[in-house]
């Protein structure tokens, strides 16, 4: 596999402890209602030019995903790491499980 799905512990902690890490949304902009993880940078994975801003990203820093509950987030993986990106998490579970971990 070329990402790893880590729970929400895993993903937190990870992230804390890279150099360089970001946090990476490929949800829609309607689903940001539902929460989201503070510092985080958007590209719908839906977007037709979803690629080409993947493109603009430096492939060399840690990749830290997440969607709604896991799903799309794994194929921005899958299509990051076609694309040379070697340091893939996916949140596993997405946002859904974020919120249940952080209640407001």
Same mark, same amino acid.
């Given at each position: 596999?070329? =990402? @790893? *799905?880590? *729970?929400?512990?895993? &993903?937190?902690?990870? #992230?804390? +402890? /890279? +150099?360089?890490?970001?946090?990476?949304?490929? $949800?829609? +902009?309607?689903?940001?209602?539902?929460?989201?993880?503070?510092?985080? @940078?958007?590209?719908?994975? #839906?977007?037709?030019?979803?690629?080409?801003?993947?493109? !603009?990203?430096?492939?060399? !820093?840690? =990749?830290?995903? =997440?969607? $709604?509950?896991?799903? $799309?987030?794994?194929?921005?993986?899958?299509?990051?790491?076609?694309?040379? &990106?070697? !340091?893939? &998490? *996916?949140?596993?579970?997405?946002?859904? /499980?974020?919120? /249940? /971990?952080?209640?407001?």
């Amino acid at each position: 596999m070329s =990402y @790893q *799905n880590l *729970n929400v512990a895993e &993903f937190e902690q990870m #992230m804390a +402890e /890279a +150099e360089d890490a970001v946090l990476l949304d490929v $949800r829609t +902009e309607p689903e940001l209602a539902e929460g989201f993880i503070p510092g985080h @940078q958007m590209i719908n994975l #839906m977007a037709p030019d979803f690629a080409e801003q993947v493109s !603009k990203l430096d492939p060399a !820093k840690p =990749y830290f995903i =997440y969607c $709604r509950s896991g799903g $799309r987030s794994g194929q921005a993986c899958m299509m990051m790491a076609s694309m040379g &990106f070697t !340091k893939l &998490f *996916n949140l596993a579970g997405g946002i859904q /499980a974020w919120n /249940a /971990a952080h209640p407001a």
